[in-house]
């Protein structure tokens, strides 16, 4: 139902960034919130990322680079032809800022 936004990629040679957009619901924690994603694009589990402090704007750690949190079989499954690629996922909160 849902569709995946992705971004084209390209087989990604040795050192490069494999990124893609994943999906993000902000979360709060103890002490800071935290970018949740559900189903990595990469591996499909999920990770969770640092959201910044709670007095804080979450928002401005969504939309940027982050590396993906895979474990490394996932990983390698996923980076068969180019193992030393970097993988990395563009956060993309499902809800806008002050929706909540
Ligand atoms: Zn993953």
């Known amino acids: 139902m849902e569709r995946q936004p ?18 993000a619901r902000l979360e709060p ?3 800071s919130w935290i970018w ?3 189903a990595c694009p990469f591996c499909g589990q999920s990770h969770s ?6 007095s804080g704007d979450p928002y401005r750690y ?6 993906a949190r895979c474990a490394m079989t996932d ?5 068969m032809h180019a193992p030393q690629a970097g993988l990395w996922y563009v956060l993309e909160p499902l809800e ?3 929706e909540a």
């Open 6 to 23: 992705e971004v084209e990629v390209a087989t990604p040679a040795h050192g490069e960034r494999l990124v893609r957009v994943a999906r």
């Open 62 to 67: 969504a939309g940027v680079a982050v590396v």
């Open 36 to 38: 949740v994603v559900d």
């Open 49 to 54: 990322h640092y959201a910044g402090p709670r």
């Open 29 to 31: 924690g103890r002490f």
């Open 96 to 98: 806008a800022p002050g």
């Open 75 to 79: 990983r390698r499954h996923f980076l």
